[in-house]
């Protein structure tokens, strides 16, 4: 009897979660849309120091003692330098037609514009590039995805200095003028929003920058200097882009644009002050950069909230950001709930700024299933709000989903087969999905779609601890198995129908 009750459950969760994952396939995308996997140079490259590459701040922040929680660092990495040829064969193995990786800034110039260009760096891309177009992949570039050459870090203090406007205006000439004839996506800056919090209000990420009660670091301004790094990421997007479109994009004809990392804020309570806190949270975490990026200046509402903390565009700069954007990207994991603190606020929290305070709980539920990540919950319509939001502020601009993605945590004691079988990462992605299939229902622009990430890698300050990837990397041998999802992903990608005939006990053998 008791037997029977389990079996008998046991098939009646099967055939849900079959049902589930069958609701969603290609056919409700358009023709068009770009599918593909997302990675970053620090996270899967290493050779950290190999073929002429200078160091970036990365491979100088990891070698410090307790930055990072396994102690690793991202020397070796996926040594994706070396296998990029494997790599880009998982991918057309999963039939994406786009791929999203950046390149390491300090591999094409070891020492930013105060050094030579590196010939071996460049040849590397060109390789990766015509790579991916041989295979019908398109090529979806990020100029810095957190790592910039450490020297201009020691000579100027990187973001804090006006200076690194210069040093990525160059930059990303280069990259225009070495890659553009054949990269028709181009991404300044990722995730310029979360950037100047890590390095500068909470000091986790390099520099380290930070005070009281933020974080513990040995030097910094946690009120003053994730404003003026921001503001220094902005006009340095801004030089690149003005330069693209009044050099390149004619004859490149490509598109280029900013990724920002965006949550969705839910009200905690269903009181007005707590709906006003909630918008007010995602001005102050998102609008922040598109505002200026896609309107020429900060939004009305921070600039009364910060006064004279908010650096101010002179009408030069206000010019040059005229020329905006041509896409959105978002990286978004996950919902938070957001409370009022107007006249309560402890804001030594990288929301706290924003006069809210953000809780994952309420009455004693979570928001959503909780994942390994910590704060990373799974609510799936918070995506379609977020993309309905940014349609409706900023006109309906191209979106592309630049990153969405389930963590696995590991550690010695699990298993590979335990990590192999990810339909947690497969019931995520595929109610995502779902859900942003809403929001091009209702009129979103949406071009995109990336998955973070194709492979396991350095997980920044989680090291390898926390696993992204569609495919499992051992990294004692290097091999890449793929995961249950990559099976998931390919059959979603190239079956005409999904699971007419195989359900998923085969599908997770074959
Ligand atoms: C929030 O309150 C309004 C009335 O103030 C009500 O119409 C609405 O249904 C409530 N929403 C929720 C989710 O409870
Ligand atoms: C290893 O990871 C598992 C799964 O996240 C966790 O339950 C366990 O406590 C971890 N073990 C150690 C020794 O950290
Ligand atoms: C995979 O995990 C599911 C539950 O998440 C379980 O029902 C199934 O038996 C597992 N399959 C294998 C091969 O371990």
Redesign the pocket.
């Known amino acids: 009897m008791a037997m029977t009750l389990t079996v008998a459950s046991s098939l009646v969760l099967f055939l849900h979660f079959i049902s589930s994952i069958a609701s969603i396939d290609r056919s409700q995308f358009p023709n068009s849309f770009l599918f593909g996997v997302a990675t970053s140079s620090y996270q899967i490259e290493g050779a950290a120091l190999e073929d002429n590459k200078g160091a970036s701040n990365w491979d100088v922040f990891t070698h410090l003692p307790g930055k990072i929680d396994d102690g690793s660092n991202g020397d070796v990495a996926d040594d994706h330098y070396y296998l990029y040829e494997d790599d880009v064969e998982l991918m057309h193995s999963l039939g994406v037609n786009s791929y999203r990786f950046s390149i390491s800034w300090s591999r094409i110039l070891p020492r930013g514009r105060f050094g030579q260009i590196n010939e071996f760096g460049v040849a590397f891309y060109n390789k990766l590039i015509n790579l991916l177009l041989s295979k019908g992949i398109q090529p979806f570039v990020t100029l810095s995805h957190y790592d910039i050459p450490q020297e201009l870090e020691d000579r100027y203090g990187a973001w804090l200095s006006s200076e690194v406007q210069r040093d990525f205006g160059y930059y990303a000439e280069i990259c225009f003028r070495e890659f553009g004839d054949r990269v028709k996506h181009w991404v300044t800056l990722n995730e310029a929003n979360l950037w100047p919090k890590f390095s500068y209000m909470l000091g986790t990420y390099p520099p380290g920058r930070c005070t009281q009660p933020f974080g513990n670091c040995d030097f910094g301004d946690s009120t003053i200097e994730p404003y003026i790094t921001a503001h220094n990421m902005i006009l340095s997007h801004a030089i690149a882009i003005s330069n693209y479109k009044k050099n390149y994009q004619m004859k490149q004809e490509g598109v280029i644009g900013i990724v920002l990392y965006a949550k969705w804020y839910e009200p905690f309570r269903n009181i007005t002050a707590d709906h006003i806190a909630a918008k007010r949270a995602l001005t102050f975490a998102l609008d922040w950069f598109l505002d200026p990026v896609i309107f020429g200046d900060y939004p009305p509402d921070m600039k009364a909230f910060f006064s004279s903390r908010l650096p101010a565009f002179t009408d030069l700069e206000k010019k040059m950001l005229q020329l905006k954007v041509d896409f959105i990207g978002l990286n978004h994991y996950t919902t938070i709930y957001a409370q009022d603190c107007k006249f309560s606020c402890e804001v030594a929290t990288s929301d706290g700024n924003a006069m809210v305070i953000t809780t994952t709980e309420r009455n004693g539920r979570s928001i959503g299933e909780p994942t ?1 990540m910590p704060y990373f919950f799974v609510v799936p319509d918070g995506l379609r709000k977020l993309v309905m939001y940014i349609k409706e502020r900023y006109n309906n601009t191209p979106i592309y989903i630049t990153e969405n993605g389930y963590a696995q ?6 298993l590979k087969q335990a990590l192999l079988n990810d339909t947690d990462r497969v019931e995520f992605l595929q109610s995502y999905l779902t859900s942003l299939t809403k929001a091009i229902r209702q009129g979103a622009d949406v071009r995109g779609y990336f998955v973070w990430s194709l492979i396991d890698n350095f997980e920044w300050t989680f090291g390898y601890g926390m696993r992204f990837g569609l495919y499992h990397v051992d990294y004692s041998t290097q091999k890449r198995t793929p995961k249950f999802s990559a099976k998931w992903y390919r059959r979603f990608l190239t079956g005409p129908v999904m699971f007419h005939n195989k359900n998923l006990e085969t599908l997770a053998f074959e």
């Open positions: 390994p945590c590991s550690n010695n004691s699990v």
